[in-house]
């Protein structure tokens, strides 16, 4: 559950800081004294959201990537960051399943956004998800075909 909560406090501090600028460390601190969260919690959140923060570029390009007819900025916040939030966990949180961050993200989509939001999170991330598996599929055989010889005459002996 500390988990959770931390996505959930992730989310409420990218959203402050996506709409008004707020400082990420005092929003969070902020939240966490008025809900009075674990530190475990509170610490999970700090990591994610500083990750979030460190490559939004990044992650932004990416979701542009998939959003296809929806710019960044045409998204709900809410929807925005939950997407930045589940990107971030996929491509950088190795002890995280992506099915895990693909279903928190729609469980936050679900309870903040509006009612189509969980479908279109889960949308993207499924397909985010999908491609880096083929992308990792392809990448297995031709290194499967690469040690041995494949239908090219000029590899190996």
Not at 73 to 94: E, K, S, Y
Not at 97 to 111: C, D
Request: charged share 30%.
């Amino acid at each position: 559950m500390s988990r959770r909560l931390g996505r959930e406090l992730a989310l409420k501090v990218l959203y402050q800081v996506d709409l008004v600028g707020a400082a990420p460390e005092r929003a969070l601190e902020d939240l966490c004294r008025d809900e009075e969260v674990p530190s475990d919690s509170a610490e999970f959140a700090r990591q994610l959201v500083a990750g979030v923060l460190g490559r939004q570029g990044e992650i932004d390009a990416l979701i542009a990537r998939y959003a296809r007819e929806w710019s960044l900025t045409r998204m709900a916040v809410v929807d925005r960051n939950i997407l930045r939030l589940g990107v971030f966990q996929i491509l950088h949180r190795p002890d995280i399943p992506a099915s895990v961050a693909i279903n928190e993200a729609v469980e936050l989509a679900k309870r903040y956004g509006e009612a189509e939001s969980g479908r279109f999170v889960n949308g993207i991330l499924g397909q985010l998800v999908r491609d880096r598996e083929g992308a990792a599929a392809d990448r297995q055989e031709t290194a499967a075909l690469g040690c041995c010889g494949g239908d090219d005459p000029s590899v190996g002996g």
